[in-house]
């Protein structure tokens, strides 16, 4: 079983929709929690951080449910520029602290 | 907000011949880097943790001999990747830890690698 496991993907939707994405994750240890959105053969660049309470950042609302290990992102009123590969990541702790590991990324491409 | 370099950006070269890719942070001291490699259409995946005067810790399957990583200051780590092959043709990324947070790890931009 895969560590970060994500929506197989992919996902085509018109401009002003509502998408969401679900990841969950394995290692019931790990400590923080991210979304990253990497644009094609670029770097990843951290959307936002995951909390329990759940945190939204405008159009971006994030969820974090430790007892299922289920990680979640709702992008709502979509727009073109969202079209990228969303990437669910998570820290670990302890021996291992700072490690991030990937999922294997949900693409998103929305459409006029 | 933080900047993570990486050099070369895209590099080509002969089969057998070794590269190095260098990872710096720009605007603050980075005790832990990390390198990643990506191959098309899959996720990044962790090679090594590298600290800041002590050896690298490789994750399971990657050759140490291979991939040499040097972190030997604050700023700036290495990797070396030894006799490159066309399976080495990759995407490597770098991340740095601001050592002054808690958990927060910017990226370099990438280095494209294509061994011919």
């Known amino acids: 079983r895969k560590e970060v496991e994500q929506d197989p993907g992919p996902f085509n939707v018109p401009e002003g929709a509502t998408v969401a994405f679900n990841c969950t994750y394995s290692n019931s240890a790990s400590q923080s929690f991210f979304w990253y959105r990497q644009d094609c053969r670029k770097e990843p660049k951290l959307l936002m951080s995951?909390?329990?309470s759940g945190n939204e950042d405008g159009r971006f609302t994030a969820q974090l449910n430790r007892a299922s290990q289920y990680i979640s992102l709702l992008i709502r009123d979509s727009k073109l520029s969202d079209s990228a590969t969303y990437l669910c990541?998570?820290?670990?702790?302890?021996?291992?602290?700072?490690?991030?590991?990937f999922g294997q990324g949900t693409i998103l491409t929305v459409h006029p | 907000g933080a900047v993570v370099s990486q050099h070369p950006s895209r590099v080509i070269c002969k089969s057998g011949t070794s590269v190095k890719i260098e990872c710096r942070s720009l605007d603050f001291q980075a005790t832990t880097m990390f390198w990643y490699r990506q191959f098309p259409k899959q996720s990044l995946m962790l090679m090594a943790t590298?600290?800041?005067?002590?050896?690298?810790?490789?994750e399971q399957g990657v050759e140490k001999d291979k991939f040499l990583i040097n972190h030997a200051s604050l700023t700036l780590s290495t990797l070396t990747v030894t006799s490159a092959h066309p399976e080495d043709s990759s995407f490597y990324i770098c991340?740095?830890?601001?050592?002054?947070?808690?958990?927060?790890?910017?990226f370099g931009p990438g280095t494209r690698l294509t061994v011919l």
């Open positions: 590298s600290n800041e005067g002590s050896k690298a810790t490789y």
């Open positions: 991340s740095a830890r601001d050592a002054g947070s808690t958990d927060t790890q910017y």
């Open positions: 995951v909390y329990s």
């Open positions: 990541v998570v820290s670990s702790g302890g021996t291992s602290y700072g490690k991030l590991t």
